[in-house]
T-cell receptor
Framework: GAVVSQHPSRVICKSGTSVKIECRSLDFQATTMFWYRQFPKQSLMLMATSNEGSKATYEQGVEKDKFLINHASLTLSTLTVTSAHPEDSSFYIC?????????FGPGTRLTVL | AQKVTQAQTEISVVEKEDVTLDCVYETRDTTYYLFWYKQPPSGELVFLIRRNSFDEQNEISGRYSWNFQKSTSSFNFTITASQVVDSAVYFCALLTPSTGANSKLTFGKGITLSVRP
């Protein structure tokens, strides 16, 4: 199956700093990438849908100024958590699709101290 | 609107027992896809199966089997002779491709399965 990578896999940062997470489709071109957030013992919640070359579409309740998404190419999307706070600590998962099937990255565990 | 209900939150079984994980979905679309994913403690989502709405055949893959019943809008997952390695969170998900590549997956809340030796 198609492979999606995420970097970094784990990050610990101080409150107030910004953190960038990369999502790459390694062996296919992804027309659309999705960003999810998963708090402990909860389900995946979609944050935003990202299409190459256009602005991301954010789900209700997700602050677009805080979670900056850039989808500059068909193989790379980045999520930047700006001025991170402890409540942003979570597991962030991206997925990429070129059709009906989504391929998930391994996730990035963000801990904000 | 799309909705996926996984009524069971936690299930604990002893190794070698069979276990069924329930999934009920809601959609007004006639074309849709149903998925099951496994999320072990490492966090990475592992794809298990995709089923489209026009294919009601049940599927078996090793110890795993799936029962798709459109009449009851259910897509249940059975693990036969469970093993400790099956311990994970299992998610059922629904996708309606009516909007093409922007289609969103709707996840259930997940079922935490613990298999005891």
């Amino acid at each position: 199956g198609a492979v999606v990578s995420q970097h970094p896999s784990r990050v610990i940062c101080k409150s107030g700093t910004s953190v960038k997470i990369e999502c790459r489709s390694l062996d296919f071109q992804a027309t659309t990438m999705f960003w999810y957030r998963q708090f402990p013992k909860q389900s995946l919640m979609l944050m935003a849908t990202s299409n190459e070359g256009s602005k991301a579409t954010y789900e209700q309740g997700v602050e677009k100024d805080k979670f900056l998404i850039n989808h500059a190419s068909l193989t790379l999307s980045t999520l930047t958590v700006t001025s991170a706070h402890p409540e942003d600590s979570s597991f962030y998962i991206c997925s990429a699709t070129s059709g009906a099937e989504q391929f998930f990255g391994p996730g990035t565990r963000l801990t904000v101290l | 609107a799309q909705k996926v209900t996984q009524a069971q939150t936690e299930i604990s079984v002893v190794e070698k027992e069979d276990v069924t994980l329930d999934c009920v979905y809601e959609t007004r679309d006639t074309t849709y896809y149903l998925f099951w994913y496994k999320q072990p403690p490492s966090g990475e989502l592992v794809f298990l199966i995709r089923r489209n709405s026009f294919d009601e055949q049940n599927e078996i893959s090793g110890r795993y089997s799936w029962n798709f019943q459109k009449s009851t809008s259910s897509f249940n997952f059975t693990i036969t002779a469970s093993q400790v390695v099956d311990s994970a969170v299992y998610f059922c998900a629904l996708l309606t491709p009516s909007t093409g590549a922007n289609s969103k997956l709707t996840f259930g809340k997940g079922i935490t399965l613990s298999v005891r030796p």
